[in-house]
């Protein structure tokens, strides 16, 4: 199977602070990972896709100066929350599509739980 | 735009069966997917039906598709105490390749 992976796992932080966090796909080489927001008892709300080599695609609302995202590698994808605040507090979980399969599976890190102080 | 709506919550006793409900809207959507998240973790993919079939079938799971009416099932046999979890269906935007998912359903079974 395909295996994604995200770092940290959890991260505490104080307000102000910028947090960076990592997708790899572990297995495959993924052209395109997208980056996910999820609030407790909520469903995941795509934040934005991820395409390596170009731009970010954000969705609207989304503050593309404050999530920033690298796609710099066919394996890896950050997403750095600048200047970080309590509202900031969520499970931020990253997929990446793996090329070549028939019902075009997205494959789910494990999810970063982020929390700002 | 895009809609996908489930129901919130489910409560089944050990050995029934659960049935998880979905309706979409966007009917341009090639592939419909149900995916299981425990909690603090991320998404499992469970299954997946092409917008073609009605029905699938996977072991314990069935999913039926209701094209027509936009309406999407998942169906567990002899539901388990480790199926307690929060259920996602999910439709695939044609553009894109964007999942757009619904609120989740989580499934409580009780022994």
């Known amino acids: 199977g395909a295996v994604v992976s995200q770092h940290p796992s959890w991260v505490i932080c104080k307000s102000g602070t910028s947090v960076k966090i990592e997708c790899r796909s572990l297995d495959f080489q993924a052209t395109t990972m997208f980056w996910y927001r999820q609030f407790p008892k909520q469903s995941l709300m795509l934040m934005a896709t991820?395409?390596?080599?170009?731009?970010?695609?954000?969705e609207q609302g989304v503050e593309k100066d404050k999530f920033l995202i690298n796609h710099a590698s066919l394996t890896l994808s950050t997403l750095t929350v600048t200047s970080a605040h309590p509202e900031d507090s969520s499970f931020y979980i990253c997929?990446?599509?793996?090329?070549?399969?028939?019902?075009?599976?997205?494959?789910f890190g494990p999810g970063t739980r982020l929390t700002v102080l | 735009g895009e809609d996908v709506e489930q129901s919130l919550f489910l409560s089944v006793r050990e050995g029934d069966s659960s049935v998880i409900n979905c309706t979409y809207t966007d009917s341009s959507s090639t592939y419909l997917y149900w995916y299981k998240q425990e909690p603090g973790a991320g998404l499992q993919l469970l299954t997946y039906?092409?917008?073609?079939?009605d029905m699938k079938q996977d072991q314990r799971l069935t999913v039926l598709l209701n094209k027509k009416d936009k309406h999407l099932s998942l169906r567990i046999a002899d539901t388990q105490t480790g199926d307690s979890a929060i259920y996602f269906c999910?439709?695939?935007?044609?553009?894109?390749?964007?999942?757009?998912f619904g609120q989740g359903t989580e499934l409580s079974v009780k022994p």
């Open positions: 991820s395409n390596e080599g170009s731009k970010a695609t954000y």
């Open positions: 997929s990446a599509n793996r090329p070549g399969l028939v019902w075009n599976e997205q494959f």
């Open positions: 039906i092409f917008s073609n079939m």
């Open positions: 999910a439709e695939k935007n044609n553009q894109g390749g964007k999942l757009i």
